[in-house]
């Protein structure tokens, strides 16, 4: 069965109260229950990239669900996946960003040869709240000297005006 953005839309589950009282979770792992949702999901976000005005040569996923489909867009549009991953979680040479999260610091680790002077680099993630695991990832690529062109999101939650902390443009399946 072929699926319709709409349709994996409502794939997307909402918990009340998690993981505290007054937090609407919305829950993204419905869609990957389905590959054919999973798949319309990743064509829609392929589409949007194309649409940019400067090709994408790198996808990058922030750990963890921009793992989930982040690899999956990039193999579609023929790019590198670079995974961001908490501080200590990759081998090699790395370089790091500390960031701001709802509840303090925390930091970033990106593998220093994994981005090259001047790529134009998407970053994918699940959710943007706060803004600030993606401007830690975003100032991972700028110190590898690379171009971020749009940050890409299945849910922006507008009220917390995450994207006003971001240089690049941002883009979200919903904005609720």
Known sequence: MAYTIDQVKALIAEYPDFP???????????????????ECLVDHFVEQIRSLDKP???????DA???????????KLNVPFVPVRKQGKLPGNVVSATYIKEYGPDVFDMQAD?????????????LLATGGSCK??????????????????VIKLVGLEG???LRAPTYALIEC
């Open 20 to 38: 505290e009282k007054g937090i609407l979770f919305r829950d993204i792992f419905p869609i990957f229950q389905h590959p054919a949702a999973v």
């Open 56 to 62: 994408a040569d790198v996808i990058v996923g922030l």
């Open 65 to 75: 669900r921009g793992f989930l489909f982040g690899p999956l867009i990039a193999i």
């Open 114 to 126: 994994s981005i090259k002077k001047g790529q134009n680099v998407v970053i994918v993630d699940d």
């Open 136 to 153: 830690g990832a975003e100032d991972l690529v700028a110190r590898l000297q690379g171009n971020v062109i749009l940050n890409a999101f």
């Open 163 to 165: 994207d006003k902390k």
